[in-house]
């Protein structure tokens, strides 16, 4: 027996939220290519390409979806490390999708560590899997709110007469 499927057309939901993943899915699953996070967000996903190499700190309210290289922290709702990434550094994310290298910790409510990834570092989860064949070197520590005491920014944290600096030699 085939099973009944429904007609895109006729169906309300589907024509309101084209993007949106059946209900039935997981969120730390496969989404469709350009697929918001939530229904009705208006955010865009920062793209960091293959070509890229960044030295520093990266903050957003949105997703950020990493092909290049990164050597800092990184704070955003929702973190996709790709497959040829290498971030050097911690993350900070309500959601953490991992296929590529991370030496750092992180910190994330939902984390997932698809085959291919490859984490030296602890995690600080609510929920966590690990696909088969991901490596894992670290601790993994499950807490309520493994964000609680985080701040968002960089500029919250340091101090407001910047880095000491020592005296010039002379």
Same mark, same amino acid.
């Given at each position: 027996?085939l099973p009944q499927l429904r007609n895109p057309e006729n169906d309300s939901v589907a024509k309101s939220q084209p993007f949106m993943q059946n209900a039935s899915t997981s969120s730390l699953g496969a989404r469709p290519?350009?697929?918001?996070?939530?229904?009705?967000?208006?955010?865009?996903?920062?793209?960091?390409?293959?070509?890229?190499?960044?030295?520093?700190?990266?903050?957003?309210?949105?997703?950020?979806? @990493?092909? %290049?290289?990164?050597? +800092?922290? $990184?704070?955003?709702?929702? *973190?996709? !490390?790709?497959?040829? #990434?290498? &971030?050097? /550094?911690?993350?900070?994310?309500?959601?953490?999708? @991992?296929? %590529?290298?991370?030496? +750092?910790? $992180?910190?994330?409510?939902? *984390?997932? !560590?698809?085959?291919? #990834?490859? &984490?030296? /570092?602890?995690?600080?989860?609510?929920?966590?899997? @690990?696909?088969?064949?991901?490596?894992?070197?670290?601790?993994?520590?499950?807490?309520?709110?493994?964000?609680?005491?985080?701040?968002?920014?960089?500029?919250?944290?340091?101090?407001?007469?910047?880095?000491?600096?020592?005296?010039?030699?002379?």
């Open positions: 027996m290519a350009g697929a918001a996070f939530r229904p009705g967000s208006s955010a865009m996903t920062s793209v960091i390409g293959t070509d890229l190499v960044i030295h520093g700190n990266l903050t957003s309210k949105g997703e950020v979806h @990493i092909e %290049g290289e990164v050597q +800092g922290d $990184i704070h955003a709702t929702h *973190v996709v !490390l790709g497959e040829r #990434a290498r &971030v050097t /550094g911690g993350i900070v994310a309500e959601e953490c999708i @991992i296929r %590529g290298h991370l030496l +750092g910790t $992180i910190r994330g409510r939902r *984390v997932l !560590l698809q085959s291919s #990834a490859h &984490v030296e /570092g602890d995690v600080y989860h609510q929920t966590m899997a @690990i696909e088969q064949g991901a490596f894992f070197e670290g601790k993994s520590r499950r807490t309520d709110d493994p964000l609680a005491g985080l701040s968002r920014t960089t500029s919250e944290a340091a101090p407001a007469a910047g880095p000491a600096m020592p005296p010039p030699l002379v």
